[in-house]
């Protein structure tokens, strides 16, 4: 079976790949992925907010210290390598190229134009394929309208692909108002991919203490319809290539998302539970449910159910709402 | 052979890393250990070594460090005689416990050489400061003596001694003056690894190895030998030591001529005729150097003999170094020898003239008049005045032949009278002298170096800087003296007349003269937080006075504001550093700022580019923010200066403690200080530095009455108290108090009360406080706000609430609540914020303080503990608290175990007395005394009060038993004897002591402050550290686990051994006390302490605890032997099985961190072996307490 697909301007031979993630922060896990038979590998993302916590956090917590006391003018050894920036996810992304055959997606998460631009360029000069930009907003400030917001996801992706040649990615949160009319505008500034979507740190609360919790709940099958809507939603509209992430489990999760319009499909979860071989199983089941039913080529179902060609494009808009909430009346009834 | 020689680089160094850089190039084995003021040296060979840097045959150094200086002093000796070049560096007591092996060395005609930095050999007192006591000791061993007398010369005598060494095979020890020299800031010409080639030929060192033990061509070397042979073998070196100052002086001109500095074995400085000289070493000579040149441009006729070859002493050149014209001399020695006739220096020269006139050598027509002088004592400053107070005592007509000079000796008035008014500092007016007061953490001294290497390195001018630091660790302050010249700068002592004195806290202008050190017409730079319109009303009275009177130029800077707008938090040294290099005009403004810039990118760059920005901004940002104040014609305050200490302050604490306050302890005569070091508790207290921007506020609506916050103070400042309600009469308007919850005492009142001006602002009662507001959890029992608004009325109600009743001991519980109504007898101390060794002693104060004798090894412990102007331990109402004393670093437990056999003679002979006395002094009391169950509070009291009643009915008894009895009779009370110490002292250098007193089963307390480093030094390992973990000589992570000394001790079966951490299991910790002193063998409690050695924000120190000890790291038991005659299992695990992996833990912690960020593959490695190593020692314990599964 033909699974060949086209994702930011590459061919690949299939369209799962590990989403960002710590599977990428070993370089062997890295192979078994590659050997797995991952079309692609996404790098887990570079925060420079990070960057920046720990380059204060090293000056607070070491230098405050020293030149203070007579006996005691500093308290750590100075090895020369010792860099607290974005060397180590650089230099982990040139180990993964140099191991790997198949693309390399670098990701970014910046806080400043400055570091949106630098850390970008650096990431392409590391050798990476093409970069996603890993937009993670929660809105938590009154002032800042959601035209701002876009307003500022917009000048991002503006300034990343004026720095850089290779494809640029934007993978979004499901919270924007307007999905289409911000997709198209990404499309108007040269987006090459919309990846769709982030998953948030949803905290949780600890009654007993009176504290919220960090935590990062994996995905499962129902994160999917999400995905499922928007990629319809989207397919078709915009010149960008689409890409699928999170909720993708089984082979048939993934053949919605393709029939939904996805371009690529990542995964984590699935990887983290089952191992980087569940990714084959996930492509043979794929390419089985195909010829099974007798398609030749999945570029044939790719975005066969988007909002444009989908036979009954009211049950992606409101009667969908309107309908799941009838019937699930009715079967209460 | 490659011996180019390229063209010499100015580097600025201080002199540690100068004698390092050349030594480290010189040789192949370095064994060390660390010591102040030489610890640097050997953490530099250690940092180069690991970089991979090569000595001048292009091999890297083997850096290795020892559990003790003696273990240095034997490895060096070991690696000397397998003929290896080896070095080491050491200092004070560290070059004392190589004293055995010096012997060994120049016996056996070693070529070798080590370098010192010459630090006082502790006495009535510890002191970390710079004097020859140390070396003075080495004379007898047949070490030649070098010393050098700055930055340069110790750079360039570490080379010459290393070259003299292996031509004359007398094994040479150089030395330079701790702080002054090893730690003072020069430009200085370095020598090129083509210098150091040619100054080492080849065949030297070929003919050292030659000589080395190999069983290829055995020798035998050691050997005993008796009264037939010894002597004459003794005897036979002799040759060698007379050809050595020839050597020495060949090697210098070698030196000379391949560098151009040329140096004699005594060199003269003076003038020709001089009748009056001066002979003298180390860094003192340069002052005196300075002031001979100054007094001679004068006309005057004196002269100066700088003694470097000090051992073998060569008379002839001594002789003829001498001014023929030379009528009188003053030796100058810089230590101290009781009881002597004079110092050694004195000695010498005494023998020198008088053997030389014998041996017809003397060029004086007349015999010189001879005087000693002491000067310098532990860093004392030495000054032009006082070398001109000892040259106007030799034109007196009968000159004091011993003196002191430096200080006032109003007891034995030795000390020569000093012209407090004489100064040749600033008479060159091209020298810029700047004073600057900073905080140690606003980053002042780092900025400083800095700007000096920017000027030493960028202009021609030459550069000097010396740092005086605080003996407090939080709020530490210190005083940069920095000197910028055309010529090069020998001016070793601290400036007192500046042309720029910068003040970069406000708050310091109420404690410290400041403007002391402003010249007239000076520039006073200050920090404040106001802007220039108000700032001026906002200064003291004695402040405006000084700025009037000595028509400052005065300049303002909210600093702060600057450095929060640019995110730099209260990093304030580049802002600082730019008005500095903006008003002092030593550099043109653009070029000087390009500069900083630069030194930014370089400091930061590798750790970041948000830093670097941040600091550019502030730099950016502070011209605009920088005013001249316009300052009026007359004073206009009329707010005077607060005093330095509470009137209500003891006579003593404000005649001797309240002027060392003050900075002006150098004015305290003599008859000021005890003659033997005693010194009175209760001192800290007077002390209130305000250093916390914010403190804790309770809010009794919510406060559960647990107390842990009173348990996890480190400086006793937050407290708990529970009292009668009717002692709350006349309680200050804000005064808090609430009901008390508890049954133990009904119908009494509970206040948690901050002492606000000795908190530290640390946060940890904050983190540990559980009540938190059930509709607004963000708000807790206890709360920080900003401490100046609330200083005043909450300094009214700590003083409330001190004289509020303690509660009585013998009704508390004894759980972690009830201990903390006990009166802390530790308080203030000067340990770091958020310190996590303190809160353990505080609490060993509270259970047993009244009746606790403390043995305490050097390290943080001793100088928090005991370092003055003010020390922490305090006494209660009674008068009674711990006793404490400091013996050595490497003593510590024998030191302790000796109290416990003196204490237990005593008891023994109060006993025998008393049952020698019982019917004088009623059989019942005799009885009660001799079976006294002293086991609780109750007990102990009771003991109290027999003892008491005791001493009234020996009174009327007038037997010489009875008046024994009545010296004794206080040890009829149980006394408890703990041991405390770090980590250092009980793993490395006092292992072997505390294994015999564990051996030996006394009731003893150990106490291990473990934080995992030699902290007090700066953070090197000890076998304490833990895998994986960097710390200095572990650059690249440690690659051994952890020594395991609880179960070392466990294995003698009849030890008491807890693993203990307040932050995870505070009510284990208690327990663990309570238990160990009840425990009538050795005890000894393994205490985990977080330090800021490890690298993160103490604030999470509590959390960081808790995180142990989930992963497993840090197992929590009790190993009591008790147990096991009770048929139970001793061991005791408290701490459930691994929960968290141990990175969860590590990389919350710089140390770990940083061994990831440098050495990822590395890292990996370690700390997988880290994590079988905690899983395989949990299953350990698991199995020894019992809990094996299987």
Known sequence: ?333 | METLVMARRWITVDGNEATASVAHRTNEVIAIYPITPSSNMGEFADEWSAKGQKNVWGTVPQVTEMQSEGGASGAVHGALQAGALATTFTASQGLLLMIPNLYKIAGELTSYAMHVSARTVATHALSIFGDHSDVMACRQTGMALVASGSVQEAHDFACIVQAATLRARVPFLHFFDGFRTSHEVDKIEELGDGDLRKMLPDELIAAHRRRALSPDHPVLRGTAQNPDAFFQAREACNPFYLACPGIVQETMNQFAALVGRQYRLFDYVGHPQAERVIVMMGSGAEAAHETVDYLVSKGEKVGLVKVRLYRPFSLKDFTAALPPSVRAIATLDRTKEPGALGEPLYLDVVSAISEARSAGLSYPSHVPAIVGGRYGLSSKEFTPAMVKAVFDELGESRPKTHFTVGITDDVTHLSLPVDPDFDIDSTRRDVVRGVFFGLGSDGTVGANKNSIKIIGEETDNFAQGYFVYDSKKAGAVTISHLRFGPRPIQSSYLIKRASFVACHQYEFLDRFDVLEYAEKGAVFLLNAPFGPDQVWDELSKEVQTAIVEQQLKFYVIDGYSVARDAGMGTRINTIMQTCFFAISGVLPKDEAIAQIKTAIKKTYGKRGEAVVQANFAAVDQTLAHLHEVTVPAAVSATRTMPPIVADAAPDFVKRVTAVMLANKGDLLPVSAFPVDGTWPLGTAKWEKRNIAAEIPVWDEAICIQCNKCALVCPHAAIRAKVYPADTLAGAPATFKAMDFKSNEFKGMKYTIQVAPEDCTGCNLCVMMCPAKDKSNPKHKSLDMAPQRPLREAERENYAFFLDLPEADRTALKSDVKGVQFLEPLFEYSGACAGCGETPYIKLLTQLFGDRAMIANATGCSSIYGGNLPTTPYTTNRDGRGPTWSNSLFEDNAEFGFGFRLAVDKHVEQARELVAKLADRVGSELADGLLHADQTTEAGIKAQRERVAALRKRLAGLGVPDASRLDQLADYLVKKSIWVVGGDGWAYDIGYGGLDHVMAMNRDVNILVLDTEVYSNTGGQQSKATPLAAAAKFAMAGKATPKKDLGMMAMAYGHVYVAKVAFGARDAQTVRAFQEAESYPGTSMIIAYSHCIAHGYDLIHGLDQQKLAVDAGYWPLYRFDPRRQAEGQVPLVLDSAPPKIDLGKYALNESRYRMVEQAFPERFKTLLAAAQEEVTHRYALYEQLAGKDKK
């Open chain 1, 1 to 333: 079976m033909d699974l060949s697909t086209t994702y930011l301007g590459f061919s690949l031979p299939h369209p799962l790949m590990p989403g960002a993630s710590p599977l990428v922060d070993d370089l062997d896990a890295v192979k078994r992925l590659e050997d797995a038979g991952a079309a692609a590998i996404v790098m887990h993302s570079l925060f420079e907010e990070q960057i920046t916590r720990e380059q204060i956090g090293a000056v607070h917590n070491i230098q405050v210290h020293e030149e203070s006391f007579a006996e005691a003018l500093s308290y750590f050894p100075k090895p020369d390598e010792y860099a607290l920036g974005p060397d180590r996810y650089l230099e982990q992304l040139q180990r993964i190229k140099a191991a790997v055959g198949v693309p390399v997606f670098g990701s970014l998460n910046g806080t400043t134009p400055q570091g949106w631009l630098n850390y970008a360029k650096q990431i392409q000069e590391a050798g990476a394929d093409a970069i996603e930009i890993n937009f993670y907003h929660v809105a938590t400030d009154p002032t800042e309208t959601g035209a701002d917001v876009e307003r500022r996801l917009l000048e991002v992706v503006r300034l990343v692909k004026a720095a850089v040649t290779i494809p640029v990615a934007v993978k979004l949160s499901p919270f924007f108002s307007s999905l289409p009319h911000l997709a198209q505008q990404l499309d108007g500034l040269g987006a090459d991919g919309l990846v769709l979507f982030n998953r948030f740190y949803q905290p949780d609360i600890d009654p007993e203490v009176l504290e919220a919790v960090p935590r990062l709940n994996l995905s499962t099958s129902n994160d999917l319809l999400l995905r499922v809507r928007a990629l319809a939603t989207l397919s078709g509209r915009v010149r960008a290539s689409l890409a699928a992430t999170g909720g993708v489990h089984t082979a048939l999760d993934a053949l919605k998302a393709v029939m939904a319009g996805a371009h690529a499909i990542q995964m984590v979860a699935a990887l983290l539970h089952h191992g980087s071989q569940h990714l084959q199983f996930v492509r043979e089941g794929l390419a089985q449910w195909l010829e099974d039913h007798e398609y030749e080529s999945l570029r044939q179902a790719q975005g066969s159910m988007s909002l444009e060609r989908c036979p009954d494009p009211e049950a992606f808009e409101r009667g969908n709402y309107m309908r799941v909430l009838q019937t699930w009346r009715l079967s209460r009834a």
